[in-house]
């Protein structure tokens, strides 16, 4: 199949029907005056840096023909930091965040006591970007070429022998390879570091034997085969990588359950900026070569209606859904 037809195919594939249609905004729309900045909580580079690049040049586009966005990263505390200091911005739609499974449901879940913010209460959720998979990716040398003898081998190697890398101490994907360890019966060593793309580069160089990165941060040295691909986090393959399996398939259960990023901004912004920047965000998720490049970056871009009141619901529910898996594996983090 050709790239451009398996992309076409995703749209369908990877759209949220649960989310109920947009309300179009009444009234006159909000035009910015100035530069609008969109943090985001980890290093360039990393699948969420990605995604705000992809779409901020879009969305300001759909806000008007003089508005800017202005990426700016501020990684650290596997993206709370920057949380932290979103919380305390002014409430006028001119500083917003991509944010992540890590930062707004793993960190406030995992946390001793909780984060100092509240990921529901003490923003706006402006809206569902993507919900992509996970991918368990190992340095190239690893064991066999084929999935089952990578997880046999994971399996079967002395507890604490093999070393895996994570963007963050408690977040998703130290989480996640956690859950892998007591599928598999064993203990890894873990290291983490401060994004996905130094990560995936410390798989690269084997300073880490694996980890389950998130795709869009592994995509790139996927496709050069610096990494390798073994299993989906998810319940789908994705389009991109047809040939790689679901752990499901596999036989390991557990990991349903795909990341999220999601656009928010402080708590209480006004109905006018707050559903501008929410009609900006859809209009670039919809835009084809916007959908066309994130779908080829590792990123599944929402495609169902996307309102401010269904973000907060999705929100509601995926920090419910964490507080399970941080249950199933005991993580803690002391603040």
């Known amino acids: 199949m050709r790239r451009r037809d398996i992309l076409r195919s995703a749209s369908a594939a990877f759209a949220i029907p649960a989310l109920p249609r947009l309300a179009v905004a009444q009234g006159?729309?909000?035009?910015?005056?100035?530069?609008?900045?969109?943090?985001?909580?980890y290093g360039p580079g990393g699948s969420t840096d990605i995604a705000a690049r992809m779409l901020a040049d879009r969305m300001a586009t759909a806000l008007g023909p003089e508005a800017r966005i202005v990426v700016d990263n501020k990684p650290g505390a596997a993206g709370t930091i920057a949380t932290e200091w979103l919380k305390r911005q002014p409430a006028d739609g001119y500083t917003i965040m991509v944010t992540e499974t890590g930062a707004a449901a793993a960190a406030p879940a995992t946390t001793i006591g909780g984060t100092r913010y509240d990921p529901v209460?003490?923003?706006?959720q402006l809206g569902v970007i993507s919900t992509p998979p996970g991918v368990l990716v190992v340095t190239p040398s690893f064991a066999g070429p084929n999935p089952h003898q990578v997880l046999t081998a994971m399996r079967e190697a002395p507890p604490e022998k093999l070393t895996y890398a994570s963007s963050g101490f408690g977040g998703v994907l130290h989480m996640r390879a956690e859950m892998l360890a007591q599928a598999l019966g064993t203990r890894f060593v873990h290291v983490p570091y401060r994004s996905g793309a130094q990560m995936v580069q410390a798989i690269m160089t084997g300073e880490a034997q694996f980890g389950v990165a998130a795709l869009a941060s592994a995509t790139p040295l996927m496709r050069e085969g610096k990494v390798r691909g073994v299993a989906m986090v998810g319940t789908r393959r994705f389009p991109t990588f047809p040939d790689i399996p679901t752990l499901g398939e596999l036989g390991v259960s557990g990991f349903e359950n795909s990341g999220f990023f999601l656009l928010i901004g402080p708590a209480n912004i006004p109905p006018r900026p707050a559903e501008a920047l929410n009609r900006a965000l859809v209009t670039a998720l919809h835009d084809p070569v916007i959908r066309e490049r994130m779908i080829f970056a590792g990123h599944d871009p929402v495609q169902g209606a996307n309102g401010l009141a269904e973000a907060r619901a999705f929100m509601?529910?995926?920090?419910?859904?964490?507080?399970?898996?941080?249950?199933?594996?005991?993580i803690r983090v002391q603040p």
């Open 28 to 41: 006159s729309a909000w035009v910015p005056d100035r530069p609008i900045t969109m943090i985001t909580g």
């Open 121 to 124: 209460a003490d923003f706006t």
């Open 316 to 330: 509601v529910r995926e920090l419910a859904e964490m507080k399970k898996i941080v249950e199933r594996t005991g």
